[in-house]
């Protein structure tokens, strides 16, 4: 039996959540492997974690002007 075959059997034992799994990381590994799609996941992935970071400070500030605001030390 080729590697192909026995991972075709096991993906047929996996239920379908899991089959999805297997589906998904395929389809990274086939981006992966096309050097153009693979720069432009990794820019997209810089790029939302840069976003990621930038909302959490946001969502800091929000906070410490929505307590100032409440101790009255600010006026709306």
Known sequence: MTVYDATIA??????????????DF????????????????AQFAEALE???SDFSEYLTN?????????RGEIQW
């Not at 096991?10 to 589906?23: A, D, G, Y």
């Not at 929000?62 to 409440?70: F, I, K, Q």
């Open 10 to 23: 096991k993906i047929r034992q996996l239920p379908e959540p899991l089959v999805q799994e297997v589906n």
């Open 62 to 70: 929000l906070e410490d002007y929505d307590n100032r605001l409440a």
């Open 26 to 41: 395929v389809d990274f590994l086939l981006m992966k492997k096309d050097s153009t799609r693979w720069q432009l996941w």
């Open 50 to 52: 840069t976003a990621e």
